[in-house]
């Protein structure tokens, strides 16, 4: 008992056996748990690089290739190579490539944590980075030639508008099958990358079709150009975190009606069939 007579709960540790241990001797666990998650931190870290290092390679390879030998691979490539790292590296990372998407994820709580968030974008700026160095390595792409992402048509908001709203469709396919326990991951990967490679061909004549700042970013260091380059940092992010408040209002709808209609939202007022179909439903972002 403390000294105003109080009981006090007793903890007490005990190993496999159980058999009492010293709470000294527990520390070790506590140790291990952390480099356990410091250990998931880097790997998660480093999908993200590797996952960018591909999608920004190849995608800038497309550029050059359709450039130099008048081809249309781009959106057929960013397609197939989205499809495929969603698919592969998701998973033992989150592969989002996509510092929009991060940013989205953490700004809803979902994923990562905000005080994780620099690694993450740090990792995708380096790959985009080193995906740049490698295509003039190895390409050597000739003089004028630019892999990056710029506006196609003359002032700024045209391709601000259409960046963002494409960025907001391609976050509700990404809320969608990231919250959609239903959904595997061959058909989320499938849904993604259609989505990307739809998306930029429809608006790849106005913008370049990025929905990335990185796939932009990237290019503009390494090449030293910067045209517009600020629309690429911001349109993506507005879009997405849009993109992200319709998926929620659309996947809460039935609570919002069954609070207008006086129903409060709660459990006791919700017809058992309208709560039995909805029980499945994953809360988006």
Known sequence: MDPAGKKLDAVVVS?????????????????VSRGLAIGLLIREVMVEMVATFVVIFWSCVAVVMQETYQTLTLPLTCLVVAMTVAFVLSWVGPAHFNPAVTITFAAYRRFPAWPNL??????????????????????DPPNGVFYGTAPMVGGRRLPFVME?????????????????????????G?????????LGLVIGPVSGGSMNPVRSLGPAIVLGRYDGVWIYMVA???GMIIGAFCSRIVRRSHRIVAFLCGGGGGGGSTPAGVAGAHAVAAVAV
């Not at 241990?21 to 666990?29: G, L």
């Not at 380096?126 to 190895?138: K, P, Y």
């Not at 963002?164 to 989320?188: H, R």
């Open 118 to 139: 620099p690694l993450y974008i740090a990792a995708q700026l380096s790959g985009s980075l080193l995906a740049c160095l490698a295509v003039n390595a190895i390409m």
């Open 15 to 31: 190993n496999v056996d159980g058999e009492p241990v010293d709470v000294d001797q527990a520390e070790p666990a506590a140790d």
């Open 164 to 188: 963002m709203t494409a960025s907001a469709v391609l976050m509700v396919v990404i809320a969608g099958v990231a919250t959609d326990v239903t959904v595997g991951k061959t058909a989320g």
């Open 190 to 198: 499938i849904a993604i990358g259609a989505a990307v490679g739809g």
């Open 236 to 238: 993506p992010v507005v």
